[in-house]
């Protein structure tokens, strides 16, 4: 922001800006954070392959697509147990008209 706008601005309205800054410079922090999170799980990988080969194994894949696939399996699942009680209610709503 200029210099001579600043001066010129309500301090509501740079409360705004301070707040949107502030959640920029959060929102890079978590990325950074999580950068490093991740970066600590391959080491960990990494090292039980290293001492226990048989038994611990590198991710064949990143972990964000393992992530990503069970979210979507999640989903799927969600979707078919939701599809299977509209089947079920549409299904006695339908007999419900052949008796009455």
Same mark, same amino acid.
């Given at each position: 922001?200029? /210099?001579?706008?600043?001066?010129?601005?309500?301090?509501?309205?740079?409360?705004? /800006?301070?707040?949107?800054?502030?959640?920029?410079?959060?929102?890079? =922090?978590?990325? #950074?954070? /999580?950068?490093?999170? #991740?970066?600590?799980?391959?080491?960990?990988?990494? #090292?039980? *392959?290293?001492?226990?080969?048989?038994?611990?194994? =590198?991710?064949?894949?990143?972990?964000? *697509?393992?992530?990503?696939?069970?979210?979507?399996?999640?989903?799927?699942?969600?979707?078919?147990?939701?599809?299977?009680?509209y089947i079920d209610?549409?299904?006695?709503?339908?007999?419900?008209?052949?008796?009455?």
């Open positions: 922001m200029p /210099y001579d706008v600043f001066w010129k601005m309500n301090p509501r309205i740079l409360k705004i /800006y301070q707040d949107a800054y502030n959640q920029q410079l959060q929102e890079k =922090y978590d990325d #950074i954070n /999580y950068s490093g999170w #991740i970066a600590g799980q391959y080491m960990i990988c990494a #090292i039980q *392959n290293v001492l226990e080969p048989k038994k611990a194994k =590198y991710p064949e894949e990143p972990f964000l *697509n393992q992530a990503k696939s069970d979210v979507e399996a999640e989903r799927s699942d969600v979707a078919a147990i939701r599809f299977e009680e209610v549409f299904n006695k709503q339908f007999k419900k008209k052949q008796s009455g």
